[in-house]
DNA sequence: GTACAACAATTGTATATACAAAGGTATGTA
DNA sequence: TACATACCTTTGTATATACAATTGTTGTAC
């Protein structure tokens, strides 16, 4: 992760400086820092259950789609990484029995992805889970000052 | 990354909401979308000369030896990736000429890693860019706004 | 109707992370 | 000295990202 970009020591000094540059490489770092702790937190409680994020998060997505077809472009337009792992990702899915895939009849190009019953009820029990490991991973900070994290980082990604 | 845990038309839903949970859960996903934006970024910069952001982390570990040897552990514990990584991380950077590696007459368990006039020269090219673009990627906030933008996320991470 | 372009998914390669196991080397102790 | 243990690094495997190339299908222009 960009965290290596500079390592902890450093980031020890920049936090004694206050120019402007190093004000910008001190919030990537601290920025990068916070999102790997976070992906760490979330890993350990799928970890139990032999499934990545990325797995669980196609399963969500299926999930919402309420039992309509779904193909591998729906699924990626939904998420961030590229295309070309959302094949593989189905893979194992299909291997653990959490998701089903067809050749869409009208459109032979197209596949058709399914979540199964054993899929629904894996997220079922996950789901809260990951709910109480977030609302963990945010208590230090009071209502105001998530609010404010979030307005902040929302102007940054503009 | 995480992101992928939920969509973004989720993410649209929850910025409509009030509760708690989904305020932990709308942080934990800005902050990855951040971080993600982020590590795009610096990629771009670094991809012209065919460095990963590991890579150049490496690199810039070692500038900071001031020509002491310096050992994969010396390494890894500047770095938050694991061990197992560091090893095929410097493979390729001798590849490229940027490092060398020596078995250490002292401790023949140990390796000392040095980088390279080339390494440097490469830093010094980089540097500069790198700095630049973070920069760019922090200037949509104001000083003070940065400031306790780091200060939220000091306190989430402790 | 054939040729070509566009589309949808898959496959291949390089890089990185995480975890586990294995290798060689040094050290402490009997 | 011999042996067990700890140390440092390497290697193997599974997963994921990014990019490029390929396969198979559909649509369209001629």
Redesign the interface.
Known sequence: ??????????LEDILKTTS??S??????I??????????DS?SNVLKPFDIS??Q???L??LR?QNGNPTNLQDIQD????KMSNTTRLVDKLILKGFVERFVCEHNRRKVEIFITKKGLKALETIDPL??SA??K?????S?D??????I???????
């Open positions: 992760m960009y965290i290596q970009l500079l390592y902890m020591k450093e402007e540059i004000l910008a490489k001190k919030t990537v601290n920025i990068s820092l916070t999102s790997v702790d976070f992906r979330i994020i990325e669980f998060n196609v969500r997505i919402g939904r998420m961030v990484s990951v709910l977030e609302t991973l945010t208590e230090a900070l209502k000052e998530l609010i404010t994290l979030n902040l980082l929302s102007k940054l990604r503009d």
